[in-house]
Nanobody, 121 residues
């Protein structure tokens, strides 16, 4: 059974940082690209970042480029998202998603339950 379990969210002040984690199990983690997707209150899903299976290629939405960093540890079956210089508009539920391919195809067949990030003073 595929499982994706996010953690690391919380309440942070503008300008602060958080590190999100996504623990994966039930599939060969190192064989698939992964993404982070977020959903702000009252809005639709917004793709945030993606990383290919080996970790050598990463991709970012313009809204987070230069502030967020995606990474993965295939030995630990874990995906990460480092969030720096947080803004109030980054407030959202953050989900990790398993891609269907080893390169980022942006087609997902499994999602985690999400971790809430709230940026507020």
């Amino acid at each position: 059974e595929v499982q994706l379990v996010e953690s690391g969210g919380g309440l942070v002040q503008p300008g602060g940082s958080l590190r999100l984690s996504c623990a994966a199990s039930g599939f060969t983690f190192s064989s698939y690209a992964m993404s982070w997707v977020r959903q702000a209150p009252g809005k639709g899903l917004e793709w945030v970042s993606a990383i290919n299976s080996g970790g050598g290629s990463t991709y970012y939405a313009d809204s987070v480029k230069g502030r967020f960093t995606i990474s993965r540890d295939n030995a630990k079956n874990t995906l990460y998202l480092q969030l720096n210089s947080l803004k109030t508009e980054d407030t959202a539920m953050y989900y990790c998603a398993k891609d269907t391919d080893w390169v980022a195809s942006y087609e997902y067949n499994y999602w985690g339950q999400g971790t809430q990030v709230t940026v507020s003073s």
